[in-house]
Nanobody, 122 residues
Framework: QVQLVESGGGLVQPGGSLRLSCAAS????????MGWYRQAPGKQRELVAD???????NYADSVKGRATISRDNAKNTVYLQMNSLKPEDTAVYYC????????????????WGKGTLVTVSS
């Protein structure tokens, strides 16, 4: 079994910052790309940022300059630092990872965390 567990969500005032963490655990052979998505009420899930195993990053235009994604490959953990938060950043944030399981030769599979709520409000 493979699990992704997020942490770090909560209530933040506009202009504030937060750091989300997501750790992958279980029978893992390798972790390829990791990333963060978010889903606001009434909207589709959208990419926030992702990062390859080699450290190449990609950001949504809406968070460029305000977000930094990073990862610790030794810990199979991905982080999302967000600054200058806006009310429109309010959403459930989901961790995503492409993971190859031990003994599985079929290739990497997509895994999702359960999500962590970020509310930006005064």
């Amino acid at each position: 079994q493979v699990q992704l567990v997020e942490s770090g969500g909560g209530l933040v005032q506009p202009g504030g910052s937060l750091r989300l963490s997501c750790a992958a655990s279980g029978s893992i052979s390798a972790v390829n790309a990791m990333g963060w998505y978010r889903q606001a009420p009434g909207k589709q899930r959208e990419l926030v940022a992702d990062i390859t195993s080699g450290g190449r990053t990609n950001y949504a235009d809406s968070v460029k300059g305000r977000a930094t994604i990073s990862r610790d490959n030794a810990k199979n953990t991905v982080y999302l630092q967000m600054n200058s938060l806006k009310p429109e950043d309010t959403a459930v944030y989901y961790c995503h990872a492409e993971i190859m399981r031990l003994g599985d030769i079929s290739g990497a599979m997509d895994y999702w965390g359960k999500g962590t709520l970020v509310t930006v409000s005064s």
